[in-house]
T-cell receptor
């Protein structure tokens, strides 16, 4: 089966750094995506990794280790507007050679002043 | 570009009624997907399509039908609504041969309540 695990909730302080972990057990794994979702809104794309290593995009970085089935999203210089849910999603190659996406349950991040 | 649009934004149905949730994208994306999002369950894939005329089932397809007659449109049909289908439904599109990007763009969602 396909399984993706993330912590349910995290709390951090404005200006701090927070790391949100994601572990996955999937067949046909082909990449790991991170999305941000504010309450009542649609998810928006943050970052993705296909190869092992770190991808940096401003205050956000994402890391992937394919051998360990592990990824994390690092948020630096936290701002109040970063309070949101963060969704981890694996891209899976299907038996017919196409792609589909499986999501974790999301991590709700609260940033405190 | 409007991106991904969904209609309606809100809908209340009675058990047993049928309806179609509309989804359209203007980015010439090949892939389109339907998800439902329930509290504590994350996004679950209902059906997806990799091009016009091609659809496949996701994790929770029962009670839903899809078709993809054009690249732009991917409607989701509820055949006989049940209270268990109360959820927020998101449509997403991705992949353009021109850009090669696979990031998904999501519509604003349809909030469906079945009584």
């Amino acid at each position: 089966g396909q399984n993706i695990d993330q912590p349910t909730e995290m709390t951090a302080t404005e200006g701090a750094i927070v790391q949100i972990n994601c572990t996955y057990q999937t067949s046909g794994f082909n990449g790991l995506f991170w999305y941000q979702q504010h309450a009542g809104e649609a998810p928006t794309f943050l970052s993705y990794n296909v190869l092992d290593g770190l991808e940096e995009k401003g205050r956000f970085s994402s890391f992937l280790s394919r051998s360990k089935g592990y990824s994390y999203l690092l948020l630096k210089e936290l701002q109040m507007k970063d309070s949101a849910s963060y969704l981890c999603a694996a891209r899976i190659v299907t038996t017919s050679g196409t792609y589909k996406y499986i999501f974790g349950t999301g991590t709700r991040l609260k940033v405190l002043a | 570009n409007a991106g991904v649009t969904q209609t309606p934004k809100f809908q209340v149905l009675k058990t047993g009624q049928s309806m179609t949730l509309q989804c359209a994208q203007d980015m010439n994306h090949e892939y389109m997907s339907w998800y439902r999002q329930d509290p504590g369950m994350g996004l679950r894939l209902i059906h997806y399509s990799v091009g016009a005329g091609i659809t496949d089932q996701g994790e929770v397809p029962n009670g839903y039908n899809v078709s993809r007659s054009t690249t732009e449109d991917f409607p989701l049909r509820l055949l006989s609504a049940a209270p268990s289908q109360t959820s927020v439904y998101f449509c997403a599109s991705s992949y353009s041969r021109r850009t090669g990007d696979y990031e998904q763009y999501f519509g604003p969602g349809t909030r469906l309540t079945v009584t």
